[in-house]
Protein backbone atom coordinates (compact mmCIF):
# COMPACT_ATOMS: atom_id res chain seq x y z
CA UNK A 1 0.00 0.00 0.00
CA UNK A 2 2.12 3.41 -1.11
CA UNK A 3 0.98 6.51 -1.03
CA UNK A 4 2.45 9.30 -3.69
CA UNK A 5 2.34 12.84 -4.53
CA UNK A 6 3.67 13.94 -7.97
CA UNK A 7 5.00 17.00 -8.73
CA UNK A 8 5.50 17.08 -12.43
CA UNK A 9 8.24 20.08 -13.60
CA UNK A 10 8.31 22.01 -17.20
CA UNK A 11 10.47 20.84 -19.27
CA UNK A 12 12.41 23.69 -19.18
CA UNK A 13 14.72 22.75 -15.63
CA UNK A 14 14.67 25.65 -13.42
CA UNK A 15 17.61 28.13 -12.68
CA UNK A 16 19.42 28.05 -9.41
CA UNK A 17 22.67 28.24 -8.26
CA UNK A 18 25.06 24.88 -8.57
CA UNK A 19 25.21 23.00 -5.65
CA UNK A 20 28.11 21.42 -4.34
CA UNK A 21 28.16 17.62 -3.18
CA UNK A 22 30.87 16.55 -1.18
CA UNK A 23 34.25 17.29 -2.31
CA UNK A 24 34.09 16.88 -5.71
CA UNK A 25 32.67 19.47 -6.56
CA UNK A 26 29.98 17.26 -8.70
CA UNK A 27 26.59 18.53 -9.38
CA UNK A 28 23.47 17.26 -10.55
CA UNK A 29 21.55 18.34 -13.17
CA UNK A 30 17.49 19.40 -12.40
CA UNK A 31 15.59 16.58 -12.94
CA UNK A 32 12.47 17.15 -14.69
CA UNK A 33 9.75 15.41 -12.19
CA UNK A 34 9.93 14.14 -8.36
CA UNK A 35 8.02 11.49 -6.80
CA UNK A 36 7.71 10.95 -3.01
CA UNK A 37 6.04 7.90 -1.57
CA UNK A 38 5.87 7.08 1.74
CA UNK A 39 8.25 8.60 4.81
CA UNK A 40 11.37 6.60 4.76
CA UNK A 41 14.33 7.81 3.97
CA UNK A 42 16.41 5.00 4.14
CA UNK A 43 14.11 3.80 1.27
CA UNK A 44 15.44 5.81 -1.09
CA UNK A 45 16.18 4.29 -4.69
CA UNK A 46 16.59 4.48 -8.57
CA UNK A 47 14.87 2.26 -10.65
CA UNK A 48 16.83 0.51 -13.09
CA UNK A 49 16.51 2.74 -16.14
CA UNK A 50 17.22 5.68 -13.60
CA UNK A 51 21.27 5.17 -13.82
CA UNK A 52 23.76 7.48 -13.05
CA UNK A 53 25.54 8.49 -15.88
CA UNK A 54 29.23 9.89 -14.47
CA UNK A 55 31.20 12.71 -15.57
CA UNK A 56 34.18 14.56 -14.60
CA UNK A 57 32.54 17.73 -14.14
CA UNK A 58 28.88 16.37 -12.55
CA UNK A 59 26.43 13.62 -12.80
CA UNK A 60 23.68 13.88 -15.21
CA UNK A 61 20.11 11.71 -14.09
CA UNK A 62 18.97 11.00 -17.55
CA UNK A 63 15.86 9.54 -16.36
CA UNK A 64 12.88 12.41 -16.00
CA UNK A 65 11.68 10.82 -12.64
CA UNK A 66 13.19 10.02 -9.21
CA UNK A 67 11.28 7.73 -6.61
CA UNK A 68 11.23 7.92 -3.20
CA UNK A 69 9.50 4.87 -1.57
CA UNK A 70 8.74 3.16 1.23
CA UNK A 71 6.75 0.13 0.91
CA UNK A 72 4.09 -1.53 2.83
CA UNK A 73 2.84 -4.55 3.20
CA UNK A 74 -0.76 -5.27 2.88
CA UNK A 75 -3.13 -6.05 6.01
CA UNK A 76 -2.74 -9.83 6.14
CA UNK A 77 1.07 -10.07 5.32
CA UNK A 78 2.46 -12.12 8.02
CA UNK A 79 4.01 -9.42 10.93
CA UNK A 80 7.70 -10.28 12.45
CA UNK A 81 7.13 -13.57 13.46
CA UNK A 82 7.28 -13.21 17.61
CA UNK A 83 3.81 -11.58 16.90
CA UNK A 84 0.26 -12.84 15.90
CA UNK A 85 -0.16 -8.76 15.21
CA UNK A 86 1.47 -5.75 14.36
CA UNK A 87 -1.43 -3.92 16.59
CA UNK A 88 -4.45 -5.29 18.53
CA UNK A 89 -6.98 -2.79 19.46
CA UNK A 90 -9.39 -3.28 23.21
CA UNK A 91 -12.70 -1.76 21.88
CA UNK A 92 -14.13 -1.32 18.19
CA UNK A 93 -15.63 2.21 19.36
CA UNK A 94 -15.30 5.35 17.42
CA UNK A 95 -11.55 5.47 18.71
CA UNK A 96 -10.70 2.09 18.18
CA UNK A 97 -12.42 1.89 14.53
CA UNK A 98 -10.49 5.18 13.75
CA UNK A 99 -7.05 3.65 14.79
CA UNK A 100 -7.95 0.46 13.13
CA UNK A 101 -8.82 1.88 9.56
CA UNK A 102 -5.57 4.22 9.88
CA UNK A 103 -3.54 0.81 10.94
CA UNK A 104 -4.13 -0.55 7.80
CA UNK A 105 -3.35 2.20 6.27
CA UNK A 106 -0.28 2.08 7.31
CA UNK A 107 0.24 -1.59 6.42
CA UNK A 108 -0.51 -3.08 9.67
CA UNK A 109 -1.71 -6.29 10.47
CA UNK A 110 -3.92 -5.62 12.81
CA UNK A 111 -6.62 -7.43 14.61
CA UNK A 112 -10.00 -5.39 17.03
CA UNK A 113 -11.73 -7.07 20.19
CA UNK A 114 -15.38 -6.56 21.10
CA UNK A 115 -17.25 -7.66 24.33
CA UNK A 116 -20.46 -6.05 23.33
CA UNK A 117 -21.01 -5.05 19.98
CA UNK A 118 -19.12 -2.77 17.14
CA UNK A 119 -19.88 1.21 17.38
CA UNK A 120 -19.54 1.50 21.35
CA UNK A 121 -21.01 4.02 22.76
CA UNK A 122 -21.25 6.72 20.56
CA UNK A 123 -22.70 4.45 17.77
CA UNK A 124 -25.06 2.60 19.76
CA UNK A 125 -26.27 4.52 23.01
CA UNK A 126 -24.57 8.05 22.43
CA UNK A 127 -24.02 10.37 19.98
CA UNK A 128 -25.43 8.87 17.14
CA UNK A 129 -29.23 7.70 18.00
CA UNK A 130 -29.33 11.01 20.46
CA UNK A 131 -28.78 12.90 17.19
CA UNK A 132 -32.05 10.85 15.00
CA UNK A 133 -33.87 11.91 18.05
CA UNK A 134 -32.56 16.02 18.18
CA UNK A 135 -33.36 15.58 14.43
CA UNK A 136 -37.06 14.99 15.41
CA UNK A 137 -36.80 17.57 18.25
CA UNK A 138 -36.03 20.19 15.58
CA UNK A 139 -38.59 19.68 12.83
CA UNK A 140 -41.51 19.72 15.81
CA UNK A 141 -40.21 23.16 17.02
CA UNK A 142 -40.22 24.13 13.88
CA UNK A 143 -43.53 23.16 13.58
CA UNK A 144 -44.83 24.13 16.50
CA UNK A 145 -44.16 27.48 16.22
CA UNK A 146 -46.68 29.06 13.91
CA UNK A 147 -45.20 32.92 14.46
CA UNK A 148 -42.11 31.16 13.02
CA UNK A 149 -43.85 29.55 10.29
CA UNK A 150 -46.38 32.58 9.01
CA UNK A 151 -42.67 34.63 8.72
CA UNK A 152 -42.43 32.43 6.05
CA UNK A 153 -45.79 32.50 4.66
CA UNK A 154 -46.85 28.71 5.67
CA UNK A 155 -49.77 27.70 6.84
CA UNK A 156 -49.48 24.18 8.90
CA UNK A 157 -52.01 22.63 11.18
CA UNK A 158 -51.30 21.23 14.64
CA UNK A 159 -48.16 19.10 14.55
CA UNK A 160 -47.52 15.19 15.86
CA UNK A 161 -45.91 12.30 16.56
CA UNK A 162 -45.47 8.82 16.39
CA UNK A 163 -43.40 8.10 19.64
CA UNK A 164 -42.19 4.42 18.29
CA UNK A 165 -42.16 5.94 15.25
CA UNK A 166 -39.45 8.01 16.11
CA UNK A 167 -38.05 5.77 18.27
CA UNK A 168 -37.42 3.26 15.61
CA UNK A 169 -35.61 6.10 13.70
CA UNK A 170 -33.25 6.39 16.18
CA UNK A 171 -32.30 2.60 16.29
CA UNK A 172 -32.18 1.97 12.49
CA UNK A 173 -29.79 4.76 12.03
CA UNK A 174 -27.56 3.35 15.06
CA UNK A 175 -28.43 0.10 13.35
CA UNK A 176 -27.00 1.19 10.06
CA UNK A 177 -24.18 3.18 11.22
CA UNK A 178 -23.14 0.14 13.51
CA UNK A 179 -22.87 -2.18 10.40
CA UNK A 180 -21.04 0.75 8.23
CA UNK A 181 -18.67 0.08 10.59
CA UNK A 182 -18.29 -3.54 10.96
CA UNK A 183 -18.57 -3.48 6.80
CA UNK A 184 -15.54 -1.35 6.57
CA UNK A 185 -13.02 -3.32 8.64
CA UNK A 186 -13.71 -6.23 7.32
CA UNK A 187 -13.81 -4.91 3.38
CA UNK A 188 -10.03 -3.71 4.08
CA UNK A 189 -8.84 -7.33 6.45
CA UNK A 190 -9.03 -6.16 9.46
CA UNK A 191 -9.67 -9.22 11.73
CA UNK A 192 -13.00 -8.85 14.39
CA UNK A 193 -11.91 -10.89 17.76
CA UNK A 194 -15.54 -11.28 19.78
CA UNK A 195 -15.13 -11.23 23.71
CA UNK A 196 -14.24 -9.42 26.23
CA UNK A 197 -10.34 -8.77 26.17
CA UNK A 198 -7.55 -7.87 28.38
CA UNK A 199 -4.11 -7.23 28.51
CA UNK A 200 -1.81 -10.37 30.05
CA UNK A 201 1.41 -9.11 30.01
CA UNK A 202 3.79 -7.14 28.36
CA UNK A 203 2.23 -7.62 24.05
CA UNK A 204 0.11 -10.39 25.26
CA UNK A 205 -3.59 -10.22 25.16
CA UNK A 206 -6.80 -12.51 26.10
CA UNK A 207 -10.23 -12.38 24.73
CA UNK A 208 -13.05 -14.59 25.21
CA UNK A 209 -12.86 -17.53 27.58
CA UNK A 210 -8.99 -18.60 26.74
CA UNK A 211 -7.65 -17.03 23.64
CA UNK A 212 -4.27 -15.39 23.15
CA UNK A 213 -2.63 -13.67 21.11
CA UNK A 214 0.68 -11.20 20.87
CA UNK A 215 0.93 -8.24 19.17
CA UNK A 216 3.73 -5.43 19.03
CA UNK A 217 1.88 -3.12 20.01
CA UNK A 218 -1.75 -2.47 21.98
CA UNK A 219 -4.30 0.03 22.12
CA UNK A 220 -6.73 0.05 24.92
CA UNK A 221 -10.05 1.57 23.60
CA UNK A 222 -12.68 0.24 26.10
CA UNK A 223 -14.71 3.80 26.33
CA UNK A 224 -16.64 4.77 29.50
CA UNK A 225 -20.45 4.28 31.00
CA UNK A 226 -22.96 6.71 32.30
CA UNK A 227 -21.77 7.54 35.77
CA UNK A 228 -24.55 7.46 38.55
CA UNK A 229 -23.79 9.12 41.82
CA UNK A 230 -24.61 7.36 45.41
CA UNK A 231 -27.68 7.75 46.26
CA UNK A 232 -29.33 7.30 42.90
CA UNK A 233 -31.01 4.04 42.18
CA UNK A 234 -31.64 3.42 38.33
CA UNK A 235 -34.52 1.05 37.17
CA UNK A 236 -34.10 1.53 33.57
CA UNK A 237 -38.00 3.00 33.90
CA UNK A 238 -38.87 5.95 35.60
CA UNK A 239 -35.12 6.56 36.63
CA UNK A 240 -32.82 6.58 33.69
CA UNK A 241 -29.35 7.14 32.25
CA UNK A 242 -28.95 8.40 28.73
CA UNK A 243 -28.49 4.71 27.38
CA UNK A 244 -32.22 4.29 28.90
CA UNK A 245 -33.73 7.45 27.42
CA UNK A 246 -32.50 6.78 23.37
CA UNK A 247 -34.24 4.03 23.43
CA UNK A 248 -37.68 6.22 24.25
CA UNK A 249 -39.95 4.09 25.84
CA UNK A 250 -41.88 6.68 26.97
CA UNK A 251 -42.18 10.89 27.21
CA UNK A 252 -43.19 11.97 30.40
CA UNK A 253 -45.29 14.67 31.65
CA UNK A 254 -42.60 15.81 34.16
CA UNK A 255 -39.27 15.02 34.13
CA UNK A 256 -36.20 15.70 36.07
CA UNK A 257 -32.72 15.92 34.19
CA UNK A 258 -30.12 15.72 37.13
CA UNK A 259 -27.01 17.41 35.49
CA UNK A 260 -26.83 20.74 32.52
CA UNK A 261 -23.49 19.80 30.68
CA UNK A 262 -24.22 18.58 27.30
CA UNK A 263 -26.32 15.27 27.83
CA UNK A 264 -28.66 17.08 29.66
CA UNK A 265 -29.05 20.05 27.66
CA UNK A 266 -29.76 17.95 23.99
CA UNK A 267 -32.71 15.80 26.26
CA UNK A 268 -34.16 18.54 27.33
CA UNK A 269 -34.27 19.92 23.67
CA UNK A 270 -35.35 16.53 23.02
CA UNK A 271 -38.36 16.31 26.03
CA UNK A 272 -39.11 19.93 25.60
CA UNK A 273 -40.17 19.68 22.20
CA UNK A 274 -42.11 16.39 22.43
CA UNK A 275 -44.25 17.54 25.15
CA UNK A 276 -42.97 17.34 28.67
CA UNK A 277 -42.11 19.76 31.18
CA UNK A 278 -38.19 19.81 32.57
CA UNK A 279 -36.61 20.77 35.74
CA UNK A 280 -32.51 20.76 35.55
CA UNK A 281 -30.78 19.84 38.91
CA UNK A 282 -27.59 21.64 38.76
CA UNK A 283 -24.39 21.01 41.56
CA UNK A 284 -22.78 24.15 40.55
CA UNK A 285 -24.40 27.49 40.77
CA UNK A 286 -25.16 28.23 37.21
CA UNK A 287 -26.51 26.25 34.27
CA UNK A 288 -24.42 25.11 31.85
CA UNK A 289 -20.61 25.10 33.60
CA UNK A 290 -19.04 23.94 31.08
CA UNK A 291 -19.37 26.55 28.54
CA UNK A 292 -18.29 30.26 28.39
CA UNK A 293 -20.29 32.41 30.80
CA UNK A 294 -21.12 34.75 28.38
CA UNK A 295 -22.44 32.11 25.42
CA UNK A 296 -24.04 30.22 28.40
CA UNK A 297 -26.50 33.22 29.66
CA UNK A 298 -27.47 33.80 26.09
CA UNK A 299 -27.80 30.02 25.19
CA UNK A 300 -30.11 29.74 28.92
CA UNK A 301 -32.25 32.88 27.30
CA UNK A 302 -33.25 31.26 24.36
CA UNK A 303 -32.84 27.49 25.01
CA UNK A 304 -34.29 27.27 28.66
CA UNK A 305 -36.03 30.58 30.12
CA UNK A 306 -38.58 30.60 26.91
CA UNK A 307 -39.60 26.71 27.38
CA UNK A 308 -40.93 24.17 30.28
CA UNK A 309 -37.76 24.42 31.78
CA UNK A 310 -37.31 25.35 35.64
CA UNK A 311 -34.18 24.65 37.65
CA UNK A 312 -32.51 24.13 40.64
CA UNK A 313 -28.67 25.19 40.89
CA UNK A 314 -26.30 24.93 43.48
CA UNK A 315 -28.21 21.49 44.79
CA UNK A 316 -27.04 17.99 44.89
CA UNK A 317 -29.65 15.17 44.02
CA UNK A 318 -28.50 12.45 47.09
CA UNK A 319 -31.52 10.51 46.92
CA UNK A 320 -33.37 9.45 44.47
CA UNK A 321 -36.23 6.29 44.18
CA UNK A 322 -38.09 5.14 41.41
CA UNK A 323 -41.97 5.14 41.08
CA UNK A 324 -43.58 2.07 42.38
CA UNK A 325 -46.88 1.23 44.08
CA UNK A 326 -48.38 4.53 42.58
CA UNK A 327 -46.00 6.77 44.11
CA UNK A 328 -43.69 9.10 41.49
CA UNK A 329 -40.23 9.20 41.45
CA UNK A 330 -39.05 10.92 44.77
CA UNK A 331 -35.78 13.39 44.97
CA UNK A 332 -34.14 14.50 47.97
CA UNK A 333 -32.14 18.17 47.70
CA UNK A 334 -29.32 18.71 49.42
CA UNK A 335 -27.49 22.22 49.48
CA UNK A 336 -24.50 21.67 47.36
CA UNK A 337 -21.96 23.61 50.21
CA UNK A 338 -23.49 22.98 53.62
CA UNK A 339 -25.15 19.71 52.26
CA UNK A 340 -28.40 20.71 54.45
CA UNK A 341 -32.24 19.85 52.95
CA UNK A 342 -33.14 21.72 50.55
CA UNK A 343 -36.33 20.29 48.88
CA UNK A 344 -37.69 17.70 47.72
CA UNK A 345 -39.27 16.82 44.40
CA UNK A 346 -42.27 14.61 43.01
CA UNK A 347 -41.52 13.89 39.27
CA UNK A 348 -42.67 11.79 36.61
CA UNK A 349 -39.52 10.24 35.40
CA UNK A 350 -35.37 11.36 36.07
CA UNK A 351 -32.74 10.83 33.71
CA UNK A 352 -29.19 10.96 35.32
CA UNK A 353 -27.22 13.57 33.38
CA UNK A 354 -24.05 13.83 35.40
CA UNK A 355 -21.42 12.74 33.08
CA UNK A 356 -19.51 9.45 31.92
CA UNK A 357 -16.80 6.90 34.08
CA UNK A 358 -14.38 5.00 32.21
CA UNK A 359 -14.61 1.74 31.47
CA UNK A 360 -11.48 0.52 32.89
CA UNK A 361 -11.97 -2.69 35.30
CA UNK A 362 -11.23 -6.12 34.28
CA UNK A 363 -8.72 -5.52 31.72
CA UNK A 364 -5.77 -6.83 33.53
CA UNK A 365 -3.79 -3.63 33.77
CA UNK A 366 -2.30 -5.53 36.87
CA UNK A 367 -0.35 -7.54 35.30
CA UNK A 368 1.19 -4.70 33.76
CA UNK A 369 1.60 -2.57 36.78
CA UNK A 370 -0.77 0.16 36.20
CA UNK A 371 -2.70 1.82 38.64
CA UNK A 372 -5.91 4.13 37.47
CA UNK A 373 -6.19 7.41 38.49
CA UNK A 374 -10.56 7.79 39.63
CA UNK A 375 -11.02 4.64 37.34
CA UNK A 376 -8.54 6.47 34.42
CA UNK A 377 -6.15 4.89 32.82
CA UNK A 378 -3.11 7.24 32.92
CA UNK A 379 -0.78 8.39 29.90
CA UNK A 380 1.31 10.60 28.84
CA UNK A 381 0.71 13.79 25.69
CA UNK A 382 1.71 10.69 23.32
CA UNK A 383 -1.17 8.36 24.69
CA UNK A 384 1.73 6.23 26.02
CA UNK A 385 0.06 4.20 29.09
CA UNK A 386 2.38 5.25 32.94
CA UNK A 387 2.66 2.06 35.26
CA UNK A 388 2.02 2.76 39.20
CA UNK A 389 5.53 3.95 39.07
CA UNK A 390 5.75 6.67 37.19
CA UNK A 391 7.27 4.84 33.84
CA UNK A 392 6.32 4.00 30.51
CA UNK A 393 4.47 0.54 29.33
CA UNK A 394 6.50 -0.39 26.23
CA UNK A 395 4.08 -0.59 23.73
CA UNK A 396 1.23 -0.36 25.18
CA UNK A 397 -1.25 2.97 24.87
CA UNK A 398 -4.87 4.63 25.78
CA UNK A 399 -7.07 6.37 23.75
CA UNK A 400 -10.42 7.98 24.68
CA UNK A 401 -12.69 8.10 27.10
CA UNK A 402 -10.56 5.68 29.08
CA UNK A 403 -7.89 7.80 29.26
CA UNK A 404 -10.09 10.70 30.15
CA UNK A 405 -8.25 13.69 28.14
CA UNK A 406 -11.14 14.88 26.50
CA UNK A 407 -14.26 12.73 26.43
CA UNK A 408 -15.29 12.81 23.21
CA UNK A 409 -15.93 10.29 20.51
CA UNK A 410 -13.73 12.30 17.30
CA UNK A 411 -11.01 12.85 19.85
CA UNK A 412 -10.42 9.27 20.27
CA UNK A 413 -10.40 8.63 17.17
CA UNK A 414 -7.93 11.35 16.78
CA UNK A 415 -5.91 9.63 19.25
CA UNK A 416 -5.83 6.43 17.96
CA UNK A 417 -4.55 7.81 14.66
CA UNK A 418 -2.05 9.46 16.33
CA UNK A 419 -0.56 6.62 17.89
CA UNK A 420 -0.89 4.70 14.77
CA UNK A 421 1.67 7.36 13.51
CA UNK A 422 4.13 7.01 16.21
CA UNK A 423 4.14 2.87 15.95
CA UNK A 424 4.76 3.53 12.39
CA UNK A 425 7.69 5.84 12.36
CA UNK A 426 6.20 8.75 12.81
CA UNK A 427 6.07 11.21 16.10
CA UNK A 428 2.91 12.78 16.48
CA UNK A 429 1.52 14.91 18.90
CA UNK A 430 -1.83 15.33 19.34
CA UNK A 431 -3.03 19.72 20.31
CA UNK A 432 -6.09 18.76 22.25
CA UNK A 433 -6.87 22.22 22.47
CA UNK A 434 -7.92 22.20 18.55
CA UNK A 435 -10.55 19.60 19.22
CA UNK A 436 -13.75 21.07 18.62
CA UNK A 437 -17.19 20.06 20.28
CA UNK A 438 -20.48 20.85 20.12
CA UNK A 439 -24.36 20.57 21.87
CA UNK A 440 -26.85 20.03 19.07
CA UNK A 441 -29.21 21.60 20.89
CA UNK A 442 -31.95 24.48 18.72
CA UNK A 443 -29.69 26.88 18.15
CA UNK A 444 -26.45 24.77 18.52
CA UNK A 445 -23.49 25.77 20.74
CA UNK A 446 -20.06 25.01 19.46
CA UNK A 447 -16.54 25.61 21.28
CA UNK A 448 -13.05 25.11 20.38
CA UNK A 449 -9.78 26.17 22.41
CA UNK A 450 -9.85 28.09 25.72
CA UNK A 451 -13.06 29.50 27.19
CA UNK A 452 -12.41 33.98 27.93
CA UNK A 453 -12.04 33.16 31.74
CA UNK A 454 -9.29 30.19 31.12
CA UNK A 455 -7.62 32.53 28.28
CA UNK A 456 -7.30 35.57 30.80
CA UNK A 457 -5.86 33.55 33.20
CA UNK A 458 -3.46 32.45 30.90
CA UNK A 459 -2.21 35.36 29.80
CA UNK A 460 -1.51 36.83 33.73
CA UNK A 461 0.15 34.11 34.29
CA UNK A 462 1.70 34.04 30.68
CA UNK A 463 2.31 37.58 30.52
CA UNK A 464 0.79 38.36 27.38
CA UNK A 465 -2.52 40.61 26.65
CA UNK A 466 -6.02 38.88 25.74
CA UNK A 467 -8.50 40.42 23.26
CA UNK A 468 -12.07 39.46 22.24
CA UNK A 469 -13.87 39.89 19.30
CA UNK A 470 -17.64 39.34 18.57
CA UNK A 471 -20.48 39.06 15.47
CA UNK A 472 -23.72 38.63 15.43
CA UNK A 473 -25.84 36.18 13.01
CA UNK A 474 -28.55 39.31 13.13
CA UNK A 475 -25.84 40.48 10.43
CA UNK A 476 -25.84 37.47 8.25
CA UNK A 477 -27.68 37.00 5.61
CA UNK A 478 -27.99 33.59 5.42
CA UNK A 479 -29.62 33.09 8.63
CA UNK A 480 -31.66 35.99 8.17
CA UNK A 481 -32.96 34.30 4.82
CA UNK A 482 -33.81 31.20 7.43
CA UNK A 483 -35.04 33.43 9.96
CA UNK A 484 -32.97 32.57 12.83
CA UNK A 485 -30.43 35.45 13.50
CA UNK A 486 -30.78 34.61 17.10
CA UNK A 487 -26.91 33.74 18.04
CA UNK A 488 -23.60 35.10 17.77
CA UNK A 489 -19.23 33.82 17.92
CA UNK A 490 -16.80 34.89 19.80
CA UNK A 491 -13.01 34.40 19.76
CA UNK A 492 -10.70 35.10 22.17
CA UNK A 493 -7.02 35.77 20.83
CA UNK A 494 -4.18 37.51 21.31
CA UNK A 495 -3.66 41.00 19.78
CA UNK A 496 0.26 41.12 19.64
CA UNK A 497 0.47 37.99 17.73
CA UNK A 498 -2.89 37.19 15.94
CA UNK A 499 -2.57 33.58 17.75
CA UNK A 500 -6.28 32.23 18.28
CA UNK A 501 -7.26 30.98 21.72
CA UNK A 502 -10.91 29.72 21.67
CA UNK A 503 -14.13 30.04 19.33
CA UNK A 504 -17.64 30.33 20.40
CA UNK A 505 -20.19 29.89 18.35
CA UNK A 506 -24.02 29.70 19.46
CA UNK A 507 -26.51 29.55 16.40
CA UNK A 508 -27.49 28.01 13.43
CA UNK A 509 -25.37 25.03 12.47
CA UNK A 510 -22.46 25.83 14.66
CA UNK A 511 -21.69 22.54 15.14
CA UNK A 512 -20.90 22.86 11.26
CA UNK A 513 -19.32 26.32 11.24
CA UNK A 514 -16.54 25.58 14.26
CA UNK A 515 -14.21 23.38 11.84
CA UNK A 516 -12.90 26.31 10.41
CA UNK A 517 -11.65 28.10 13.45
CA UNK A 518 -10.05 24.44 15.28
CA UNK A 519 -8.19 24.36 11.91
CA UNK A 520 -6.84 27.40 12.41
CA UNK A 521 -6.07 26.20 15.99
CA UNK A 522 -4.38 23.13 14.81
CA UNK A 523 -2.71 24.68 11.73
CA UNK A 524 -1.15 27.56 14.22
CA UNK A 525 -2.75 29.81 11.48
CA UNK A 526 -3.18 33.58 12.87
CA UNK A 527 -6.03 35.66 12.54
CA UNK A 528 -4.23 38.55 10.31
CA UNK A 529 -3.75 35.60 7.49
CA UNK A 530 -7.02 34.07 8.02
CA UNK A 531 -8.84 37.17 8.21
CA UNK A 532 -7.90 37.64 3.92
CA UNK A 533 -9.72 34.14 3.33
CA UNK A 534 -12.78 34.39 0.89
CA UNK A 535 -15.77 33.26 1.71
CA UNK A 536 -19.09 32.61 -0.60
CA UNK A 537 -21.67 35.08 0.10
CA UNK A 538 -24.30 34.33 1.32
CA UNK A 539 -23.19 31.78 3.41
CA UNK A 540 -23.34 30.89 7.31
CA UNK A 541 -19.10 30.73 7.00
CA UNK A 542 -19.74 34.40 6.40
CA UNK A 543 -19.77 35.17 10.41
CA UNK A 544 -16.66 33.38 10.94
CA UNK A 545 -15.27 35.52 8.34
CA UNK A 546 -16.34 38.88 9.92
CA UNK A 547 -15.16 37.54 13.31
CA UNK A 548 -11.97 37.18 12.35
CA UNK A 549 -12.14 40.52 10.42
CA UNK A 550 -12.94 41.82 13.52
CA UNK A 551 -10.35 41.06 15.60
CA UNK A 552 -7.48 44.38 16.22
CA UNK A 553 -4.14 42.56 15.87
CA UNK A 554 -1.23 44.46 15.70
CA UNK A 555 0.98 42.36 13.22
CA UNK A 556 0.83 42.16 9.67
CA UNK A 557 -0.28 38.96 7.13
CA UNK A 558 2.09 36.64 7.24
CA UNK A 559 1.06 34.22 4.52
CA UNK A 560 3.48 34.78 1.26
CA UNK A 561 0.74 34.40 -1.72
CA UNK A 562 3.04 35.19 -4.59
CA UNK A 563 1.69 36.44 -7.52
CA UNK A 564 -0.30 33.78 -7.73
CA UNK A 565 -3.41 34.29 -10.07
CA UNK A 566 -6.39 32.12 -11.03
CA UNK A 567 -8.61 33.40 -13.61
CA UNK A 568 -11.98 32.13 -13.95
CA UNK A 569 -14.91 33.93 -15.29
CA UNK A 570 -18.10 33.72 -13.76
CA UNK A 571 -21.58 34.40 -14.41
CA UNK A 572 -24.92 33.87 -13.11
CA UNK A 573 -25.04 30.25 -14.41
CA UNK A 574 -22.10 29.27 -12.99
CA UNK A 575 -17.93 29.25 -13.94
CA UNK A 576 -17.43 29.51 -17.73
CA UNK A 577 -13.92 30.12 -19.72
CA UNK A 578 -12.34 32.53 -20.91
CA UNK A 579 -13.09 34.63 -23.94
CA UNK A 580 -11.07 34.79 -26.82
CA UNK A 581 -9.32 37.88 -25.85
CA UNK A 582 -8.49 36.73 -22.20
CA UNK A 583 -6.77 33.19 -23.80
CA UNK A 584 -3.03 33.07 -23.25
CA UNK A 585 -0.27 30.21 -24.10
CA UNK A 586 -0.21 27.99 -20.84
CA UNK A 587 -0.26 23.94 -20.46
CA UNK A 588 -4.47 25.28 -19.27
CA UNK A 589 -6.67 27.01 -21.26
CA UNK A 590 -8.94 27.98 -18.34
CA UNK A 591 -6.47 28.14 -15.38
CA UNK A 592 -3.56 30.44 -15.61
CA UNK A 593 -1.05 30.01 -12.53
CA UNK A 594 2.25 32.25 -12.09
CA UNK A 595 3.38 31.65 -8.55
CA UNK A 596 6.62 32.66 -6.79
CA UNK A 597 5.72 30.61 -3.91
CA UNK A 598 5.94 27.45 -5.90
CA UNK A 599 9.22 28.06 -6.95
CA UNK A 600 9.87 28.44 -3.76
CA UNK A 601 8.61 25.11 -2.73
CA UNK A 602 10.20 23.10 -5.92
CA UNK A 603 13.38 24.57 -4.85
CA UNK A 604 13.41 23.46 -0.99
CA UNK A 605 12.31 19.89 -2.45
CA UNK A 606 15.39 20.00 -4.81
CA UNK A 607 17.29 20.84 -2.48
CA UNK A 608 16.61 18.24 0.20
CA UNK A 609 16.20 15.17 -2.54
CA UNK A 610 20.05 16.72 -3.78
CA UNK A 611 20.91 16.02 -0.05
CA UNK A 612 19.45 12.82 -0.02
CA UNK A 613 21.04 11.59 -3.57
CA UNK A 614 24.21 13.08 -2.22
CA UNK A 615 24.79 10.77 1.04
CA UNK A 616 23.67 7.91 -1.16
CA UNK A 617 26.34 8.13 -4.57
CA UNK A 618 28.88 10.53 -3.38
Not at 66 to 94: E, R, W
Not at 467 to 491: P, Y
Not at 597 to 609: G, H, K, P, Q, T
Request: with cysteine; charged share 20%.
Amino acid sequence: MQSAVALPFSQTPLTRPSRLLGSTGSIFSTPRSLRFCGLRREAFCSSPSTHLTLRSDRVRIPSTRFKVSAAATTNGAPPPKSFDYDLIIIGAGVGGHGAALHAVEKGLKTAIIEGDVVGGTCVNRGCVPSKALLAVSGRMRELQNEHHMKSFGLQVSAAGYDRQGVADHANNLATKIRNNLTNSMKALGVDILTGFGSVLGPQKVKYGKDNIITAKNIIIATGSVPFVPKGIEVDGKTVITSDHALKLESVPDWIAIVGSGYIGLEFSDVYTALGSEVTFIEALDQLMPGFDPEISKLAQRVLINPRKIDYHTGVFASKITPAKDGKPVMIELIDAKTKEHKDTLEVDAALIATGRAPFTNGLGLENVNVVTQRGFIPVDERMRVIDGNGKLVPNLYCIGDANGKLMLAHAASAQGISVVEQVTGRDHVLNHLSIPAACFTHPEISMVGLTEPQAREKGEKEGFKVSVAKTSFKANTKALAENEGEGIAKMIYRPDNGEILGVHIFGLHAADLIHEASNAIALGTRIQDIKLAVHAHPTLSEVLDELFKAAKVEGHATTKTGDAKIKLNMNEDGPRGPSDDEKQPSLSKDLIVRSTSLSSFVEDIYARVMSLVSRVFV
